[in-house]
């Protein structure tokens, strides 16, 4: 090959060089190379071209090359050529070296710039060793900070954990594999834990969640568990999680949240059960599977020594099961465990066999709850409102449920310190209202016990007043022999309402008995005295007597004056108002009082009432009434003293009223 082939090289994209003799003096170069290296003067050693700062000694292998005739190839080798500056940067060459002989023997250089590839896979490795830095880093805190830490296979099986969660489970290694650990989570976590866990890997996506271990020494905390899948090529190829214990900042979002909720629950309602129902709803499930309330009536004031009489006004269950009737009364001696827990004003706590409590700790029906539920445990809980012991709360749990801890106790404690302020205004209430219901009974007289006809009264007090009302009933017998029964209501639910309604009795009263009149005229006379003792109120009223015009047979002589009207009912179940003798409300100025005389069958009951019985906001009041005759109707057979508590029991009452009710019952046979 001569020069002029050589000049092929020229426009080339590589660099080509041609070195001669033992010295390598360069005797050609294309344009490529004069640009990468510079442009050399002929006959100049490539070493100087080069010069010293080479990485490799480049002319020992042209020494070899020139000497062997066997090719060489470097592969991205750093170069500087000479009298490059120290801010220039190396550049990379890869190079091929091949002997080359025409007049004398020399070296082809054959050369390609990769300084950019270089660079490129320089920034590679730095990246990768960086996410391997930063991974480490990752890990090292993991392990340093996290009580757990564990890792699993693609579908979720633990492979190895940090040996934490052996200190803490007393599992062992071969036991906590695979899904072994979920044996020592509660059994109430189990299947939820599986079943979030699934999901999770089945979405491949973090898992965040709590649930309860059993450590070392056999107590349940919660722990809070996060997860999150190792994937490569889009795959997951592991799960790295952590574990940590979370059981105090447990305790304390339940103590807010508890908190809250019983002040929430409370602050709506006003009555003192109603109170105590809302904060044992709280309770249950969560600090207790069982609770009642036991309230004291006299709230307290008690002789010292004395028996101790006690309410349940309140009780829940949880789910399943069945809860204590919410309203019970039970006596305890003096020398009681339960009146020792009231005199100390402290918690007491017991545990015990299941389904086998102190028998003298507790009320019998309490206790016989207890013994029915299995119950393994219990808290009497004295509450104190302002300074007294106004009511003692019952907190049970049952079967595998450890007892109640001092953390627990102390937040049940803290529950109803909360609501103190609301527990107060219903004990005020409360006081009240019952300062109310015996001044009322008082002013309502006892019916008359005959030996023929029957008479039970019933007086209920509305749940939302404190004050006496206007209901009241009466009956006594005249000098003729008739029994007179009476039923009404006066305007109003105050001290007011309850004067006009005594005035209003009595002079009934005098009225019936100082002229034997008929009911309509008693009527008559008593709304024209109205206007000058009560020239302001306005009331309703039934007035009826009870006759037997001859042996074995009974009537009704009866007017009514805007009340609802009388109920009659058969023995055999029929029932009916009696709307024949019906007038306008007293109080208003009519002159005429119409009465009426009804035939009473053997065994029948006529039932006297006051609109708190039938009456709703929401309603028609002939809707009440169609109600109060069916179920009169069904207990028609029963005692009167059944008939009349069952209708208190199942008829829908909306508490916003006081109810009065009196009924007669004739003999079931006549003579």
Not at 359 to 368: E, F, G, N, Q, V
Request: hydrophobic residues 40%.
């Amino acid at each position: 090959m001569g020069w002029l082939a050589l000049e092929a090289f020229d426009p080339a994209p590589v660099a080509v060089a041609l070195t001669i003799g033992p010295d390598h003096r360069l005797v050609y170069t294309n344009l490529a190379y004069r640009a990468f290296v510079g442009d050399r003067p002929l006959g100049e050693p490539i070493g100087e071209a080069f010069g010293a700062a080479a990485k490799q000694d480049y002319g020992e292998l042209f020494d070899r090359v020139l000497a062997t005739g066997e090719p060489v190839s470097l592969v991205a080798a750093p170069v500087k050529p000479a009298g490059a500056g120290a801010e220039d940067r190396e550049r990379y060459f890869s190079f091929s070296l091949s002997r080359f002989t025409h007049e004398r023997p020399g070296v082809l250089v054959v050369a390609v710039d990769v300084t950019e590839q270089v660079a490129a896979v320089e920034r590679a490795d730095r990246a990768t060793e960086e996410q391997r830095r930063s991974r480490r880093r990752l890990e090292s805190l993991v392990w340093i900070n996290a009580q757990v830490v564990w890792v699993t296979d693609a579908d979720g099986h633990v492979t190895e954990s940090s040996g934490g969660w052996e200190r803490i489970t007393g599992q062992s290694r071969e036991e906590f594999l695979g899904d072994g650990w979920m044996r020592v989570l509660h059994p109430d976590d189990r299947e939820p834990t599986s079943r979030s866990w699934g999901e999770t890997r089945r979405l491949a996506r973090p898992w965040h969640y709590v649930y309860r271990v059993r450590t070392q020494e056999g107590e349940y905390r919660h722990f809070e568990v996060r997860a999150a899948p190792v994937i490569e090529d889009g795959a997951v190829i592991e799960w790295i999680g952590t574990c940590f214990d979370v059981e105090r900042e447990w305790r304390e979002r339940q103590r807010r949240e508890l908190l809250d909720r019983a002040a929430a629950a409370a602050a709506e309602r006003t009555a003192l059960s109603d109170v105590f129902a809302a904060l044992v709803g709280v309770l249950v499930p969560a600090l207790a599977d069982g609770c009642g309330v036991h309230l004291l009536p006299d709230l307290g004031a008690r002789p010292a020594g004395a028996p101790i009489t006690v309410r349940r006004v309140a009780t829940a269950a949880s789910g399943g099961l069945p809860r204590q009737p919410p309203t019970g009364e039970e006596r305890f001696a003096p020398d009681s465990g339960f009146a020792r827990a009231l005199e100390r004003r402290r918690p007491l706590q017991r545990t015990f066999p299941a389904g086998r409590p102190p028998a003298d700790l507790l009320p019998k029906s309490t206790t016989a709850w207890l013994t029915k539920a299995g119950a393994t445990s219990v808290v009497l809980m004295p509450v104190v409102v302002d300074g007294a012991v106004a009511a003692m709360v019952t907190a049970a749990r049952l079967g595998d449920r450890d007892p109640m801890s001092p953390e627990d106790v102390d937040l049940m404690r803290q529950i109803f310190e909360h609501t103190h302020d609301v527990l107060s205004g219903a004990v005020r209430f409360h006081r009240t209202q019952q300062v109310a219901l015996a001044l009322q009974h008082g002013l309502l007289a006892e019916p008359p016990e005959l030996d023929d006809l029957r008479i039970v009264a019933r007086y209920l007090a509305s749940p939302a007043a404190a004050e006496v009302g206007g209901d009241w009933y009466d009956s006594f017998v005249l000098p003729d022999g008739a029994t007179v029964v009476a039923i009404g209501d006066v305007a109003g639910h105050d001290l007011a309402a309850a004067v006009d309604m005594s005035r209003l009795r009595n002079m009934l009263r005098v009225l019936t008995a100082d002229r034997l009149a008929p009911p309509g005229e008693i009527l008559r006379r008593l709304n024209s005295a109205m206007e000058t003792v009560a020239p302001d109120a306005t009331a309703t009223c039934v007035l009826a007597r009870v006759e037997e015009p001859e042996p074995g047979r009974w009537q009704l002589n009866y007017a009514v004056a805007g009340h609802p009207p009388p109920l009659l009912l058969t023995s055999d179940g029929d029932g009916r108002f009696l709307e024949e003798a019906a007038n306008p409300l007293l109080g208003l100025p009519f002159e005429t009082f119409h009465s009426s005389t009804e035939p009473l069958p053997p065994g029948s009951t006529l039932l006297l009432y006051t609109d708190g019985l039938v009456e709703h906001p929401s309603e028609h009041l002939d809707r009440g009434l169609s109600r109060l005759r069916r179920r009169a109707c069904t207990l028609a057979h029963r005692p009167l003293e059944h008939l009349c508590d069952a209708l208190l029991d199942v008829l829908p009452i909306n508490g916003a009223d006081d109810i009065a009710m009196i009924a007669v019952r004739t003999p079931a046979t006549g003579t």
